[in-house]
């Protein structure tokens, strides 16, 4: 009996010792889950304080004004063309400071605290641990007022921001686009305004000089319906002076008669002194230089006449050194420098008929026979 007890006491004392050192262990394991359990609760306070509570409220859509996306032209456009950018914007996304989740309060402590799920026992008048219907051999550990409850509406909550954060950055994202066009399409106005603008200055210019011109040719109107008034009056003058002209004429019918009669007996003569140019003519085409004496100013094929301005020279030598003799009635050729043809660049032939001597013109007839080609203004005339 003695020695069962001595070896019940040294196993009991073995039994000790064990139960000793693993509460030491279980003491510091123990600390290690407080400690853990309370940095979770802490962490889970922090976080839902960055969470809103409650989704942002739906809004109803603001009337703003839309962007007008038809092109710029000078036709007026009083329903012009229009992206619908409000129409699908989330105007719920703009609001803030809603309130976030509150887990700093005591009952929110104590359900963090409630791993099991519990109910008040009517018997007992004190809370007792559920069973669980899934597995009866275990406490339920979800429903109302256990950690598993805040847990899930923590992750309710945090699911539900992302989810708006998400639509937050795609918003942001064709607002960002939105903005590249409107900025493309400002900078692209703004150049052609720039030009816009110019032209603008150099039209105001235009008018300026242009208003300056309209007030030369008023006072130039002024002058010229002076000048009007004047010639109305001189017509007045001429007419009765050609009705003084015409009773002249009148008595001098008979005296024009008799002097019709001495045409008649001079008509010989006439013709000699025809005959003398003539040979005036001749002679002269012996006496001028050759070269090129001028060009083609006008003419006309029809009637089959050319307006010629010759040099100031060339005219010397046809009407004398002062320009006071009679035109004599010579040909002249007329080509075109660079014409290719049967006859070179030969044109036509002309006969001088009538002399301007204030502008350096001659009018001359076309030679038919002669002619190549059509004459062109700028051809050259030569001896």
């Known amino acids: 009996m003695g020695k069962v007890l001595r070896v019940l006491i040294v196993l009991i004392l073995v039994i000790g010792a064990g ?19 309370h940095k979770f609760e802490e962490g889970v306070k922090r976080v839902a304080g960055t969470l809103e509570a409650q989704p942002p409220v739906e809004m109803p ?9 038809s092109p710029v032209t000078a036709v007026e456009n009083p329903n012009p063309d229009r992206k619908t950018f409000w129409s699908t914007y989330p105007f719920q996304l703009e609001q803030d400071n809603l309130k976030p989740l509150d887990y700093n309060t005591d009952a ?17 008048n004190k809370p007792v641990r559920v069973r669980d219907p899934r597995d ?5 550990t979800s429903g109302k007022g256990t950690l598993q409850e805040a847990l899930d509406n923590l992750f309710a ?11 937050t950055r795609a918003q942001l994202k064709k607002t960002a686009e939105e903005l590249v066009d409107l900025i493309n399409e400002f900078n692209r106005l703004k150049q052609s305004s720039r030009a816009d603008k110019k032209l603008i200055e150099e039209l105001r210019a235009e008018i300026t000089r242009l208003t300056g011109v309209v007030a030369e040719r008023e006072a130039k109107i002024s002058k010229l ?4 008034k004047d010639l109305e009056i001189e017509e007045a003058r001429l007419k009765d002076e050609i009705v003084k002209l015409k009773e002249t004429i009148i008595s001098h019918e008979t005296t024009i008669k008799a002097q019709a009669k001495e045409i ?7 013709i000699g002194a025809i005959k003398k140019d003539s040979e005036i003519a001749r002679n002269l085409e012996n006496v001028l230089t050759p070269g090129d004496k001028g060009k083609v100013v006008a003419h006309d094929d029809k009637l089959k006449f050319v307006v010629v301005e010759l040099s100031p020279v060339f005219m010397k030598e046809l009407l ?41 013109l001659v009018v001359a007839d076309v030679l038919i026979d002669w002619q190549q080609h059509p004459l062109e203004t700028g051809d050259v005339v030569y001896f």
């Open 136 to 140: 009866p051999r275990k406490y339920s």
């Open 108 to 124: 929110m402590a104590r359900q963090l605290r409630q791993y099991y799920l519990e109910e008040i026992d009517t018997v007992k």
């Open 225 to 228: 319906e002076a000048t009007i």
């Open 264 to 270: 008649e007996r001079l008509r010989e003569p006439g």
């Open 320 to 360: 004398g050194e002062n320009q006071s003799q009679g035109l004599p009635q010579i040909e002249m050729m007329i080509r075109r420098p660079g014409l290719k043809s049967a006859a070179g660049d030969f044109v036509t032939r002309i006969r001088l008929r009538q002399v301007v001597r204030d502008q350096g």
């Open 61 to 69: 859509a603001r009337s703003l004004p839309e962007r007008d996306i």
């Open 19 to 37: 139960a000793l050192f693993l509460e030491f262990q279980i003491s510091g394991m123990r600390e290690a889950l407080v400690g853990r359990a």
């Open 157 to 167: 909550r945090a699911k539900a921001q992302n989810e708006t954060l998400n639509t």
